[in-house]
């Protein structure tokens, strides 16, 4: 049973840093690509960031890009986006997400808000 769990998130001011996490089970976490995805109040979810199975690709959404890292550790089955240089327009849910066997699985999400 894939099961996703985000956490970390919270109220930050402007420039703040924060460390999502994401506990991954009921797959073989290792040999799976995996994404953060964001969603704001009254906007569709929005693709943040990405990472292969072998950790050796990343990608980011302009936005973001130069402010959030997002990494993992295989053996502790965990993702994680590490976010710097917060602004308030990322304030948002958000969510870690596998594609396994053609399903699609989402976490609860974890909120960031961003202000002063």
Known sequence: QVQLA???????????????S?????FAFSEYAMRWYRQAPGQER???????GGGSNTMYVDSVKGRFTISRDDAENTLYLQMNS???????????NVL???QEYWGQGTQVTVSS
Not at 22 to 26: E, I, Y
Not at 46 to 51: D, K, P, S, T, W
């Open 100 to 102: 396994v066997r053609w």
């Open 6 to 20: 985000e956490s970390g998130g919270g109220l930050v001011q402007p420039g703040g840093s924060l460390r999502l």
């Open 46 to 52: 929005e693709l943040v960031a990405g990472i292969t």
């Open 22 to 26: 994401c506990a991954a089970s009921g």
């Open 86 to 96: 917060l602004k308030p327009e990322d304030t948002a849910v958000y969510f870690c």
